[in-house]
């Protein structure tokens, strides 16, 4: 026990003297590290927690330029520039970067993908897409630029280009595209039946129908493309599967299979077919195509007459606004009945208009593709008022 004790107390002052010895290597790193870095960097930090962006960013600068061998910074840097919407600032930023010869491969593919959303966030879609594309052979980007590119396609309408990409994405990623690409197609059928291609047309359609069997939108061109070959009888047929899969969307196609009865000389069968729609499927669009072909057909007060009965089973500010507007069609003259017609389309007009159920976006007119958040089909064929109602 003496010896061990002896021993003991005279590894003790060599134990402070190695403990005093550490202490003072770690503060002399400590120091060393602080005067490497740039006293901008500490003005920069300070300035960003006091909500002052704009000298934050310019002693952020400073620090790139003495500094070239923040990388980390140079992104943080960018980024920040293209979230405050100065995307020129963010493309010399990372420009600056990709130029860099002593850049490592994994660096430079990072650098490309933020030059690439600068460029895209900014709306230069053609730098965007060349950017995107340089990176389809970089396997840890891939699908990341595949997803780029898929919404440049879209934005430039280059339909086939993005079937191309969706394609990819569901062989590679295992991902679901198949209403888009079905919805690309009929794109397409739209822009070849506009120009009067119905090869092309017909080619189109039947690549959308093989992507979603189910497209309610694919069977409306079909109908569309019958017509214009002249073909009323079967174009009647393809709208009237719409009524079959997909009851909802059946205000879509009313006033075509109307138009089209009445045509084929069925005025009466037409008329009931409205009536009878009204009756399983109500909604203010198919209240209007009904008043329409009423009012021309059987004239104003047979059109009051049907608006009336709709608004008794499904009151709605909107049904009596049609009303009202039967109404002054036979008492033109009647400056109350104006006045309050005239009260109530200022209450209306924005319980008239469709609403995205992704991202909530408003529309006065029904679109296929949200405006808002660019989903496909997310847009009821209701009017916000029945929505709301329902």
């Not at 730098?127 to 970089?138: G, I, K, N, V």
């Not at 669009?285 to 104003?300: C, F, I």
Request: aromatic share 8%; proline share 3%.
């Amino acid at each position: 026990m003496i010896e061990f004790e002896f021993w003991y107390l005279l590894a003790l002052p060599l134990l402070f003297g190695a403990g005093w010895l550490a202490r003072g290597f770690e503060s002399r790193a400590q120091a060393t590290d602080q005067a490497g870095l740039p006293r901008s960097y500490f003005r920069g930090l300070n300035l960003l927690l006091n909500d002052q962006h704009d000298k934050a960013i310019d002693a952020f600068i400073e620090v790139v330029r003495l500094d070239p061998e923040t990388i980390e910074l140079h992104h943080a840097l960018g980024n920040l520039f293209r979230r405050r919407g100065e995307f020129d600032r963010a493309v010399r930023i990372h420009t600056h970067l990709l130029n860099r010869a002593d850049l490592p491969a994994s660096a430079r593919s990072r650098a490309l993908a933020e030059l690439g959303q600068d460029y895209l966030k900014g709306g230069l879609l053609d730098r965007a897409e060349d950017a995107f594309t340089r990176l389809l052979e970089d396997t840890h980007h891939r699908f990341d630029a595949l997803r780029a590119l898929l919404r440049i396609y879209q934005m430039e309408r280059e339909w086939l280009k993005a079937v191309d990409c969706a394609r990819l994405l569901e062989r590679e990623a295992g991902e679901s595209h198949g209403q888009a690409i079905s919805h690309f197609f009929c794109e397409v059928a739209a822009r070849a039946l506009e120009q009067g291609s119905f090869d092309e047309t017909q080619k189109a359609i039947d690549e959308a129908l093989a992507a979603n069997r189910k497209s309610v939108r694919a069977l409306i061109l079909a109908g569309d493309l019958e017509m214009k070959r002249g073909r009323g009888g079967e174009a009647l047929r393809q709208w009237l599967s719409v009524e079959a899969a997909s009851p909802e969307h059946v205000p879509l196609i009313a006033g075509r299979v109307a138009d089209a009865m009445d045509a084929a000389g069925d005025r009466a069968g037409a008329l009931n077919w409205l009536k009878r729609a009204l009756l399983d499927m109500p909604s203010i669009d198919l209240l209007d195509v009904a008043q329409k072909r009423v009012n021309e057909w059987e004239g104003p007060a047979a059109a009051e007459t049907l608006v009336g009965e709709e608004l008794r089973r499904h009151p709605s500010l909107l049904g009596f606004e049609r009303l009202l507007e039967s109404r002054l069609a036979m008492n033109k003259d009647d400056g109350e009945m104006q006045l309050l017609a005239s009260l109530l389309r200022g209450q209306t007009r924005k319980l008239a208009r469709y609403r995205c159920t992704r991202c909530g976006f408003r529309a006065r007119e029904y679109h296929w593709n949200c405006p808002g958040c660019s989903g496909w089909d997310t847009y009821p064929p209701r009017r916000i008022e029945e929505l709301d109602i329902a």
